[in-house]
Nanobody, 117 residues
Framework: QVQVVESGGGLVQAGGSLRLSCAVS????????IHWYRQAPGKQRDWVAT???????NYADSVKGRFTISRDNAKITVYLQMNNLKPEDTAVYYC???????????WGQGTQVTVSS
């Protein structure tokens, strides 16, 4: 049984910072690529960042230079450090764990991030 649990969301002023956490229980964590997505009200769910099982990272252009994704295999947790937040970053942030292209998708329940201007 795989469980994905996000935490760390909240309300912050523009220019502030938040760190989101994504804990993945079960045996798949070390093999998984972990992705962060976000969904603003009335909009589609957009990809934000990825960290592979080997530690390679990739970011959407909209967050590059402001967000940093990292993983701690000992704590089976992935982090998303978000700096210089903007009102347009307001969304529900979701974590996706996936071992490979043909494997199952394991989504968390999401955590709300609200950035006030």
């Amino acid at each position: 049984q795989v469980q994905v649990v996000e935490s760390g969301g909240g309300l912050v002023q523009a220019g502030g910072s938040l760190r989101l956490s994504c804990a993945v229980s079960g045996s798949i964590f070390r093999l998984s690529n972990i992705h962060w997505y976000r969904q603003a009200p009335g909009k589609q769910r957009d990809w934000v960042a990825t960290i592979t099982s080997g530690g390679f990272t990739n970011y959407a252009d909209s967050v590059k230079g402001r967000f940093t994704i990292s993983r701690d295999n000992a704590k089976i947790t992935v982090y998303l450090q978000m700096n210089n937040l903007k009102p347009e970053d307001t969304a529900v942030y979701y974590c996706l764990a996936k071992v490979g292209p043909s494997s199952s998708d394991y989504w968390g329940q999401g955590t709300q991030v609200t950035v006030s201007s």
